[in-house]
């Protein structure tokens, strides 16, 4: 495992599926874990578990569409360890349907969540980083930002939304030593795809050179690697974790 000892990752969308896997696997890699989700209780549990294998965390509610709740949240990071090394930009929703029906506040929901409040969090990550000349910032686009996927036009515009931020602010920062990249996962077995059919998913399976889904911890040990020093000089990457189901 690569070494985060003594770094501090400030994680959105840490209460299941990535998120939380992302959250077990910095800890245990070393990071000091700032939980950030809107779910305060699995939170809770997530924080109790991370504290009890011997690591260091705290939870925060934050709703990245809200940037009020966006600027408390990394206010209260920096109180409580007084240093920013890591974010993980993973909070995401769906609200998916067909773009001829598609209702504009469903459309408004996704963008504002999955690309507006990387950017906000982006921004206020930046402010610490770029004085301390130093930092990882990885934000989780999706294996359909690069092959589209039908019924899902605004979950797919704001992923790839989101890789095209990511190679911008690698650009804009890499003189502070602040590297920028993305992980792209292909279909994961989490909570968000436990509600498809098993018929879809065999479907899925099919399609996927490997055979199978991907677990939570397949992207989490991408998200530490990018994260360490030994990927000190990758930025501005988006790193597939898609089992080969689709091949740049």
Do not use: C, W
């Given at each position: 495992m690569f070494s985060l000892k003594d770094?501090?990752?400030?994680?959105?969308?840490?209460?299941?599926?990535?998120?939380?896997?992302?959250?077990?696997?910095?800890?245990?890699?070393?990071?000091k874990v700032v939980a950030a989700a809107r779910n305060?209780?699995?939170?809770a549990a997530l924080v109790n578990e991370i504290i009890a294998a011997g690591g260091e965390a705290i939870a925060i509610k934050m709703d990245v569409a809200d940037p009020d709740q966006i600027k408390s949240g990394f206010k209260q990071a920096l109180e409580k360890?007084?240093?920013?090394?890591?974010?993980?930009?993973?909070a995401a929703i769906t609200r998916d349907g067909l773009a001829l029906r598609m209702k504009q506040e469903d459309w408004?929901?996704?963008?504002?969540?999955?690309?507006?409040?990387?950017?906000l969090c982006i921004q206020q990550a930046l402010s610490t980083m770029m004085r301390a000349r130093a930092g990882r910032i990885i934000n989780i686009a999706s294996v359909v930002a690069q092959?589209?996927?039908?019924?899902?036009?605004?979950?797919?515009?704001?992923?790839?939304?989101?890789?095209?931020?990511t190679k911008a602010i690698a650009i804009e920062i890499a003189s502070r030593n602040i590297t920028v990249n993305?992980?792209?996962?292909?279909?994961?077995?989490?909570?968000m795809t436990d509600v498809l059919p098993d018929k879809v998913k065999d479907e899925l399976?099919?399609?996927?050179?490997?055979?199978?889904?991907?677990?939570?911890?397949?992207?989490?040990s991408a998200i530490v690697f990018l994260a360490s020093d030994e990927a000190a000089y990758i930025t501005g990457h988006v790193l597939d974790v898609n089992g080969g189901l689709y091949l740049a």
């Open positions: 770094k501090v990752a400030l994680l959105t969308g840490a209460s299941q599926g990535i998120g939380r896997e992302t959250a077990l696997a910095l800890a245990e890699a070393g990071a305060e209780e699995k939170l360890f007084a240093r920013l090394d890591i974010l993980v930009n993973n408004d929901a996704v963008i504002r969540t999955n690309l507006t409040g990387a950017h092959m589209g996927n039908a019924g899902q036009a605004n979950y797919v515009a704001a992923k790839a939304g989101l890789v095209g931020l993305a992980v792209a996962p292909g279909f994961i077995a989490t909570p399976k099919l399609r996927i050179p490997l055979g199978r889904m991907g677990t939570a911890r397949d992207v989490a």
